[in-house]
């Protein structure tokens, strides 16, 4: 099944301690995406990746960190996660570009304490 | 500055009838628009989109109509279903993508 997988699906950690959320995705897509959603505030993009080795910023990057070592795989790092960070975390992935339509993964609820 | 403006936060509308769901945008060079729906606990699901230079995009029950010249796009659902009860984002690339803030579109059986 064509699917964008992220783990953990719920996560509640504390302030300072590094964490590492997960991105796979097993379509041989190009494009992946990091977003979060927040009341009120829709979906905000962090860091995107046109392909390996090649990342950007997004509206949002301060407090993260990515890599894109491989096509699949496309993990959200936050180094010293504070609570401003509390948030609802997707991933996403799409072929070549952004307008065929994002695939995107189930969602990562974080909460930092 | 908001660039993709889903102005009504909530929509409610009976089964069976049109759902309208509009979005203004206001970079000019925004040259994609997508919808996307989402469920509770889901991620959202990639739904319908049209390109710039169209001004109409159908699938099955889903319309999109696109008006340039306003910066105005819309979704039409018809007839709507209990089903498509989701929240709904306007989203518009060129190269990046901006998403709205969202409308809760809630069917009534």
């Known amino acids: 099944e064509a699917q964008v997988t992220q783990n953990p699906r719920y996560l509640i950690t504390v302030t300072g301690k590094k964490l590492t959320v997960t991105c796979s995705q097993n379509m041989n897509h190009e494009y992946m995406s990091w977003y979060r959603q927040d009341p009120g505030l829709g979906l905000r993009q962090i860091y995107y990746s046109m392909n390996v080795e090649v990342t950007d910023k997004g509206d949002v990057p301060e407090g993260y960190k990515v890599s894109r070592k491989e096509k699949r795989n496309f993990p959200l790092i936050l180094e010293s996660p504070s609570p401003n960070q509390t948030s609802l975390y997707f991933c996403?992935?799409?072929?070549?570009?952004?307008?065929?339509?994002?695939?995107f993964g189930s969602g990562t609820r974080l909460t930092v304490v | 500055d908001q660039q993709v403006k889903q102005n009504s936060p909530s929509l409610s509308v009976q089964e069976g009838r049109i759902s309208i769901l509009n979005c203004d945008y206001t970079?000019?060079?925004?040259?994609?628009f997508l919808w996307y729906k989402k469920y509770p606990a889901e991620g959202p699901t990639f739904l319908i989109s049209i390109s710039s230079i169209k001004d109409k995009n159908e699938d099955g029950r889903f319309t999109v109509f696109l008006n340039k010249s306003a910066k105005h796009l819309s979704l039409h659902i018809v007839p709507s279903q209990p089903g498509d009860s989701a929240v709904y984002f306007c989203a518009a690339s060129g190269p990046w993508v901006t998403f709205g803030k969202g409308t809760l579109l809630t069917v009534n059986p």
């Open positions: 996403a992935s799409s072929p070549q570009g952004v307008n065929y339509g994002y695939t």
């Open positions: 970079n000019s060079m925004f040259d994609y």
